[in-house]
């Protein structure tokens, strides 16, 4: 197994972690449970971390498959510093409410996913 798997996990979960407590402080904040009422904040830091959730699982789970079927590990580094910013940047966006950032972050999540993609590909045809 490439390390650098285990490093780009460790960075995705302190992200996870970091967003999810931002959630709950902004819920306790505002006193609610579940929804977001009238809050901004609170549906912004919902739509982070729900955002982070939605494309952070397909993403590990195309590395692992990667990793198994002898990827290269600097490949694998490469593209998991590309999502880890694309996220960072995608999560701060919605904070600091510029779209462009939110544009960057996203072009940064679906590259990865992309390359992951093709690259799947190409091992699937030459097996």
């Not at 955002?51 to 590990?60: C, G, S, V």
């Not at 593209?79 to 972050?105: N, Q």
């Amino acid at each position: 197994m490439c390390d650098n798997i285990i490093i780009i996990s460790l960075v995705l979960v302190f992200i996870f972690l970091a967003l999810s407590v931002n959630t709950i402080i902004n819920r306790r904040k505002y006193g609610l449970a579940l929804g977001e009422g009238d809050s901004e904040n609170l549906k912004r830091a919902v739509r982070a971390h729900g955002n982070f959730i939605e494309y952070t699982p397909i993403f590990l789970i195309t590395l692992l498959i990667l990793d198994q079927k002898n990827g290269s590990c600097e490949y694998i580094l490469y593209v998991g510093v590309a999502f880890i910013i694309g996220r960072i940047i995608h999560a701060l966006s919605l904070f600091i409410k510029k779209g462009l950032f939110r544009v960057i972050g996203m072009n940064l999540t679906f590259l990865p996913l992309l390359c992951n993609l093709i690259y799947l590909s190409i091992v699937l045809i030459k097996n």
